[in-house]
C-alpha cells in the first residue's frame, strides 16, 4: 500500500471509530421503540437541522451533483435552487405541524402511524400500504448509497468493487443497528459539519489555483460558453420547459422524504423549529454551492478530463489532486459521510415501517418493548442485505438511483402529508389513493420515454396523487 493510502486509511479508521463510539454511547440510552425510532423526541434544534440535512444530501451530493455539474454547467443551478427552496418550504410548512400532530394524533412514531391515527384506519390497510411504498423505495435509495461507498473503497484503496460495498455496508449496519435514532442523528451532526468543510475547501483550493472565482469560471466559459447557458445544454442546444421542470421539480420530493419527516416528529419542541429552519437552509445552501462550484472547478483542473461514465469521480479526482493526504482523508471521510448519514436514516426508517407498521400490527400486536426493539434491529440487518444485493452493479449512476427513490417517496407521501396537515376534509380513502396513485405513477413513468415522458416522474406522480387525494376524498363523504 502506498504512504499516501496508508495516511488515509489511518483517517478512515479515526472515523470509524468515532462513529462507533457515538453508537455505543446511544446504545445505553435506547430503552424502548422510541427511542430506537425517534430518540424519545428530544431533539435539538441545531441537531434536527444538521441531521435531516445530512441524511437528506446523501453520497449524490459529493459525487452526483459535482458529476452533473461536470458535464452540464450552470444548467445544475435548476436542480440546486429546486433543492434549496424545497428545504425551505418544507421547514416552513411542514414541520411545526407534523410535530405537533404526529404527538396529538397518538404519539406518532412513525409516518405510517401518523397517517393511520390522523384518518382513524383501525383496519391496518393505510399503514401496510404505507410501509410498502416506504419499503420499496428506500431499498431503491439505500443501495444508491452503498453504490457510492462502494465506487469510494474502490477508487481510495483499489479494492475490488464488492470488497468495497461490503466494507461500506458493515459499518452502516454497525452504529445503525446497534444505537437506533440517537446514533444515527449524533453522527450525522459530526458527518454534516464534515460534508460542509469539504464542499467549501475544494472549490476554494481549485478556484485559488485558477487565480480566483471570477477568473476561474471566465476560463470555464472560454472552453464551453453553452455551459454557461442556464437554458441551454452542454452542446448548445436548448434546455426547454420539460428540461427545466424536471431538474427544478427535485425540490417537490422534500415533502414526502420519511427519512427527512423523520427529524421533524423528533425535533424537542415546535419552539426549536424556527432556529433549526435557519440552520438548515443556511447548510444546505452552502453545501449546495460548494458541490456545483467544485463540479465547475473540475472542467479545467483535471486533465485529461473524465469520460462521461465517470464524471461521478470529480470530486474524488480533485481531492487526490489538490490536497495532502491527511487533508485528501478528511475531505474523503466527507464522502463516507455523506453515504453514511443518509443510508443509515433510510435502514432506520425502513426498519421503522417494518416493526412498527408490519410487525407490530398485523402479526404480533401484544409484542413487547424489548421484542421490538430486537426486531427493529435484525430487520436493519436483512433490509442492509437486500440494499447490498442491489448495489452490486458497479456501472449504476448514483444519481439516476437516488432520482428514482426521490420521485417515488415525494409522489407518494409529499401530497398526502401536506394535505393531512392543512385540508380537514381529506380522508382516509384519499390518503390511500394518493399514495398509491403518487407512488405506481411514477414507476410507470420511469418505464416511458420520448415527449412529455422525458419530464421527471416526480411531476406528473405528484399532480396525479393530489387530484387522487381530491376525488376519493369527495367521494367517500358523498
Request: hydrophobic share 55%; with cysteine.
Amino acid at each position: 500500500m502506498k504512504p499516501n493510502t496508508v495516511i488515509i486509511a489511518l483517517t478512515f479508521v479515526a472515523y470509524f471509530a468515532l462513529v462507533l463510539v457515538i453508537g455505543w454511547y446511544a446504545f445505553r440510552r435506547t430503552a424502548n421503540l422510541t427511542d430506537f425510532i425517534l430518540g424519545g423526541r428530544r431533539l435539538g434544534s441545531g441537531t434536527a437541522a444538521l441531521s435531516a440535512g445530512a441524511s437528506d444530501m446523501s453520497g449524490w451530493l459529493l459525487l452526483g451533483l459535482p458529476g452533473f455539474a461536470y458535464v452540464a454547467g450552470l444548467q445544475s443551478l435548476w436542480l440546486a435552487g429546486g433543492l434549496l427552496l424545497g428545504t425551505w418550504l418544507n421547514w416552513l410548512l411542514v414541520a411545526k405541524r407534523l410535530r405537533a400532530c404526529s404527538e396529538a394524533y397518538g404519539n406518532a412514531i412513525t409516518l405510517p402511524e401518523f397517517l393511520a391515527n390522523r384518518f382513524g384506519d383501525d383496519s391496518g390497510w393505510l399503514r401496510g400500504i404505507s410501509a410498502f411504498f416506504i419499503l420499496l423505495f428506500f431499498l431503491i435509495y439505500t443501495g444508491s448509497g452503498l453504490v457510492a461507498g462502494g465506487k469510494l473503497f474502490e477508487s481510495v484503496f483499489g479494492l475490488p468493487y464488492l470488497w468495497a460495498v461490503g466494507v461500506g455496508t458493515l459499518t452502516i449496519l454497525l452504529y445503525t443497528a446497534v444505537g437506533g435514532f440517537l446514533a444515527v442523528s449524533w453522527t450525522d451532526v459530526v458527518q454534516g459539519l464534515l460534508m460542509a468543510v469539504a464542499l467549501v475547501a475544494v472549490p476554494l483550493m481549485a478556484f485559488g489555483n485558477l487565480g480566483g472565482l471570477g477568473p476561474g469560471l471566465a476560463r470555464i466559459e472560454a472552453v464551453n460558453p453553452n455551459l454557461f447557458g442556464i437554458f441551454t445544454e452542454a452542446d448548445g442546444s436548448a434546455l426547454g420547459l420539460v428540461g427545466i421542470l424536471s431538474l427544478a421539480a427535485w425540490g417537490l420530493g422534500y415533502f414526502g422524504q420519511p427519512h427527512i419527516l423523520a427529524r421533524f416528529q423528533a425535533i424537542g419542541s415546535v419552539t426549536a423549529v424556527g432556529r433549526a429552519r435557519l440552520i438548515a437552509v443556511s447548510w444546505v445552501a452552502v453545501t449546495l454551492t460548494g458541490a456545483v462550484l467544485a463540479g465547475l472547478s473540475g472542467i479545467l483542473v483535471l486533465d485529461p478530463p473524465l469520460a462521461a461514465d465517470d464524471r461521478e469521480r470529480v470530486f474524488l479526482e480533485l481531492v487526490n489532486l489538490l490536497f495532502h493526504p491527511v487533508i485528501a482523508g478528511i475531505c474523503l471521510a466527507a464522502i463516507l459521510a455523506a453515504i453514511m448519514s443518509t443510508a443509515d436514516s433510510q435502514l432506520l426508517v425502513s426498519s421503522a415501517a417494518f416493526t412498527e407498521d408490519l410487525y407490530r400490527t398485523l402479526l404480533r400486536r401484544e409484542a413487547g418493548p424489548r421484542e421490538l426493539v430486537a426486531m427493529g434491529r435484525g430487520s436493519v440487518v436483512v433490509l442492509a442485505g437486500l440494499a447490498f444485493i442491489m448495489a452490486l452493479d458497479p456501472r449504476t449512476m448514483i444519481l439516476d438511483l437516488v432520482g428514482y427513490a426521490w420521485a417515488g417517496f415525494g409522489a407518494a407521501f409529499g401530497p398526502v402529508v401536506l394535505l393531512s396537515l392543512y385540508w380537514p376534509r381529506m380522508t382516509r380513502r384519499g390518503a390511500v389513493a394518493g399514495i398509491v396513485t403518487g407512488g405506481v405513477t411514477v414507476v410507470v413513468w420511469k418505464q416511458l420515454e420520448g415527449g412529455l415522458f422525458d419530464c421527471y416522474e416526480i411531476v406528473p406522480g405528484f399532480l396525479l396523487s393530489l387530484a387522487a387525494i381530491w376525488i376519493a376524498s369527495q367521494g367517500e363523504r358523498v
